[in-house]
Nanobody
Framework: QVQLVESGGGTVQSGGSLRLSCTASGSIDSIYTMGWYRQAPGRQRELVARITSGDNTQYLDSVKGRFTISRGDAKKWNTVHLQMDTLKPEDAAIYYC???????????????WGQGTQVTVSS
């Protein structure tokens, strides 16, 4: 069983910073991508940032220059961090960790989600 466990959410004033972390555990063969999505009330879930095993990154346009995604230990990659700076009220949402990975050398790629962590930005 694979689990993604998030940490680092909370409440911050506008202009402040937060750092989210997510660690994948379980019977994992290879991780292809890890990333963060967010969902605000009444809105669809959207991709915030994603990083691949080859260190390619992708960001939501509205967070470019403010958020930075990074991988943990490159030798045994199972952790991803999201440094969020200059936070705005519109960044408030539940942030979900996401990963695409394989369980064995011959398994298909599966997608897993964390349970989410709340980010609140007060104006």
């Amino acid at each position: 069983q694979v689990q993604l466990v998030e940490s680092g959410g909370g409440t911050v004033q506008s202009g402040g910073s937060l750092r989210l972390s997510c660690t994948a555990s379980g019977s994992i063969d290879s991780i292809y991508t890890m990333g963060w999505y967010r969902q605000a009330p009444g809105r669809q879930r959207e991709l915030v940032a994603r990083i691949t095993s080859g260190d390619n990154t992708q960001y939501l346009d509205s967070v470019k220059g403010r958020f930075t995604i990074s991988r943990g230990d490159a030798k045994k990659w199972n952790t991803v961090h999201l440094q969020m700076d200059t936070l705005k009220p519109e960044d408030a949402a539940i942030y979900y960790c996401n990963s695409e990975l394989t369980l064995t050398t011959t398994s298909p790629v599966y997608e897993y989600w964390g349970q989410g962590t709340q980010v609140t930005v007060s104006s």
